[in-house]
């Protein structure tokens, strides 16, 4: 049979074991797993039967037993990221995924290699974004990190819209070698990312991207020398991503008091075709 079309199951009503999210009035949220005979409650709205919930469609508006008006909605895969799935490391913050989108040239279809696994965050973006014919490879050295991430990747499949990507999982260590070619984006997480350069410099396709998210300045400066040193990279570019939420009320305009201070740079660059064109032999200069 053939795959429903991308967003389908997305669209269908509230289903039996689904996680949504309950609104209040005033914008607190609930995460509730539904189940037929349970009853969601709090001390402000009241009794809401998760059976009226159930095949309800996704943006309800609901009453509950005690009169109060709630909101019922399906998670989105930022929701799950921040909200539902369990960490066993940090993760890439949803801001920076999707930079990161952007930054990768991500398509439909592109072939990419993410070191490492981790929690299956960021594997979950791209996921969605490479669609079903696309692959995306995961490297993960430490071999105890792999099931909790398929299980967060697993937990998260009906919200990724188009479910059909190829995904295959390594337990590798990039700094030892990768043995992919021909990739449009290898993206590094991982600590030491300059003790890998050679290696991506070797999988990517010409024209290729890497990118390299890092948490310190130093770790940056160590990467970003190091590609300038390098023959085969090109608009070597660290970049952050600031985001700040705004509260607008009537007559009252103004940015959150708390936002998210840091999180990482994410450093870019493309490979070069070492040795091809007429500028190295002297003709273009
Ligand atoms: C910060 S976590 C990645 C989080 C992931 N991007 C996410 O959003 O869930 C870094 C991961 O890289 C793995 N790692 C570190 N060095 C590695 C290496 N040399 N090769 C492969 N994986 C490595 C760690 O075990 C860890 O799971």
């Not at 921040?82 to 439909?108: C, E, F, M, N, Q």
């Not at 009320?249 to 070069?272: D, Q, S, W, Y």
């Amino acid at each position: 049979m053939s795959e429903p079309p991308a967003g389908d199951v997305l669209r269908v009503p509230f289903q039996e074991a689904e996680t949504i999210i309950i609104t209040e009035p005033r914008g607190q949220r609930h995460f509730v797993q539904l189940k037929h005979g349970d009853k969601f409650h709090h001390r402000r709205t009241g009794h809401i039967s998760h059976d009226i919930i159930i095949d309800s469609p996704p943006g309800a508006q609901l009453m509950s037993e005690q009169g109060v008006r709630v909101v019922c909605l399906r998670l989105t895969l930022e929701d799950f990221i921040l909200k539902k799935l369990r960490r066993r490391t940090s993760i890439i913050h949803p801001k920076d995924l999707a930079t990161l989108l952007v930054r990768g040239d991500v398509y439909p279809g592109a072939r990419v290699l993410e070191v490492g696994l981790g929690s299956g965050a960021t594997s979950l973006i791209l996921l969605r974004f490479i669609g079903r014919t696309g692959t995306l490879t995961s490297y993960e050295r430490r071999e105890e990190f792999v099931d909790p991430a398929l299980a967060n990747i697993r937990a998260a499949h009906s919200l990724l819209g188009d479910p059909g990507a190829t995904h295959e999982v390594k337990v590798s260590d990039v700094y030892e070698g990768i043995e992919e070619e021909d990739l449009d984006l290898v993206l590094l997480d991982v600590p030491e990312p300059h003790r890998a350069t050679p290696h991506v410099y070797g999988a990517l396709r010409p024209g290729g991207i890497l990118l390299s998210w890092l948490p310190t300045v130093t770790q940056v400066y160590h990467l970003v020398r190091q590609l300038q040193d390098e023959p085969g990279w090109s608009e070597v570019e660290t970049r952050e991503t600031l985001q700040r939420s705004w509260a607008v009320a009537e007559n009252a305009m103004r940015p959150f008091h708390r936002m998210v201070g840091h999180t990482g740079f994410l450093i870019r660059t493309r490979k070069l075709s070492v040795g091809t064109g007429n500028w190295e032999l002297g003709a273009g200069s």
